[in-house]
């Protein structure tokens, strides 16, 4: 199996995984999405130098993925080319910031070390509630908490279309791939001079095929709100809802605000 086949599996084996805890614990998906924005929001805006307080905002994360029963090996066998780029990144801190901050023995510790570690840290966390807001709801429970919070219908539309695409982007790709491979036998890659027409034609093929996508889902009574609406409506319990966004706020606030770890490290230090 080459990584194309392997991607479009992957996308496969993450749809059919999706929502699944969502389903069991019956919070509404607007509420995961307010808190996961909350959590990005103050995961940013820590200092760059600010390490250990950044580090306490990952306790959300371990007790997500403990609750909602998620992998974090998986999770970062899926998002590994993300975090691999977030690093490439940050590697640039090293040569902007040169100011030493403190000595660890003989070596100087950089402002550039700390705030690329930072970086990294945040890119990571990000990252991480990102995917575990898809693993939580689902696309469509997503859709549903973007359409309560007001995101026109028309928005909505777009990014789930945009998801379901992918795999059918990806197909194409490989059917162009060994249509090339069988004309080109022998040849490693697609020559240079193809690659023009290649993703001209891409482009045709896709528009094509989501074309006949798209209206054999209006054949089918598709009206725009019935991909995701239903999705937000399934064993939902409002009172949880409350209180699980509730709690979450009161949690990340308090771990913004107070150095967690230093006043653990305190206490049994």
């Given at each position: 199996m080459n990584?194309?086949?392997?991607?479009?599996?992957?996308?496969?084996?993450?749809?059919?995984?999706a929502g699944r805890s969502g389903d069991r614990s019956r919070i509404h998906p607007a509420a995961r999405l307010f808190v996961n924005v909350l959590f990005i929001l103050l995961t940013v805006s820590f200092h760059k130098y600010n390490m250990m307080g950044l580090l306490s905002m990952g306790l959300y994360l371990l007790i997500t993925g403990i609750w909602e029963e998620l992998s974090f090996l998986k999770g970062l066998k899926r998002i590994r080319y993300i975090l691999f780029l977030i690093a490439l990144l940050g590697m640039a801190?090293?040569?902007?910031?040169?100011?030493?901050?403190?000595?660890f023995g003989s070596m100087n510790i950089t402002g550039g070390m700390i705030s690329m570690a930072t970086l990294f840290i945040k890119g990571v966390f990000t990252?991480?509630?990102?995917?575990?807001?898809?693993?939580?709801?689902?696309?469509?429970?997503?859709?549903?908490?973007?359409?309560?919070f007001g995101i026109p219908k028309g928005g909505v539309t777009v990014v789930l279309l945009t998801y379901r695409y992918l795999i059918l982007l990806l197909k194409e790709v490989q059917r162009m791939l060994q249509a090339y491979q069988l004309r080109a036998p022998g040849q490693k890659g697609i020559h240079i001079r193809a690659w023009g027409s290649f993703v001209g034609l891409l482009l045709l093929r896709t528009?094509?095929?989501g074309k006949d996508v798209y209206d054999s889902m209006?054949?089918?009574?598709?009206g725009g709100e019935g991909l995701w609406k239903e999705a937000g409506s399934r064993q939902i319990s409002?009172?949880?809802?409350?209180?699980?966004?509730?709690?979450?706020?009161?949690?990340?606030?308090?771990?913004?605000?107070?150095?967690v770890f230093q006043i653990a490290g305190s206490l049994f230090g």
């Open positions: 990584k194309l086949q392997q991607a479009i599996a992957m996308l496969h084996e993450v749809d059919s995984e801190n090293l040569f902007f910031d040169r100011n030493i901050i403190f000595q990252v991480y509630a990102a995917y575990f807001l898809l693993m939580e709801t689902g696309i469509e429970g997503s859709c549903a908490a973007l359409g309560s528009m094509e095929r209006l054949l089918r009574g598709y409002s009172g949880l809802s409350v209180v699980y966004a509730a709690a979450w706020t009161l949690a990340l606030g308090a771990l913004r605000v107070f150095p």
